[in-house]
């Protein structure tokens, strides 16, 4: 879907120059969130969500609100560029942002580690089992 370039009742930018798509983009970015870590935390495919951040298609009333929630915008900021937009420029906000995919990133770490860890103890029980069994 193609953006009109004038001003009309079927232009698709709104105000501030974006789209739809961009601005999930921006509120996406500004977060610290991954197309897949949207995606997963809105219960929907990561190609879905790529549709809406590239223009070709758009979430449904419900996903839009879950969406503004997630990001910490307004529905109405995301669909006309009004309101409440992401907090790109709060150090804080920042730094949460960059903390929360610190935790995430580490999250992830701990789990694959606690998958090696469990793996390796069946290992060696399996051997214990089979020593005792050879004597």
Not at 55 to 71: F, S, T
């Amino acid at each position: 879907m193609e953006a009109a370039t004038t001003s009309s009742p079927t232009d698709f930018r709104a105000d501030d120059g974006d789209t739809l798509g961009g601005r999930i983009v921006r509120a996406r970015e500004a977060i610290g969130l991954s197309t897949a870590q949207l995606a997963r935390r809105l219960g929907v495919k990561t190609s879905t969500l790529s549709q809406w951040e590239n223009d070709r298609a758009e979430p449904r009333a419900n996903r839009l609100n879950m969406l503004a929630g997630i990001l910490g915008v307004s529905p109405m900021w995301l669909l006309i560029g009004r309101g409440v937009a992401p907090a790109d420029e709060d150090p804080m906000a920042q730094e949460a942002a960059m903390l929360r995919t610190e935790i995430a990133h580490l999250s992830s770490e701990a789990l694959l580690l606690s998958r090696r860890l469990s793996e390796a103890a069946e290992r060696l029980g399996r051997l214990h089992d089979s020593a005792s069994r050879n004597e």
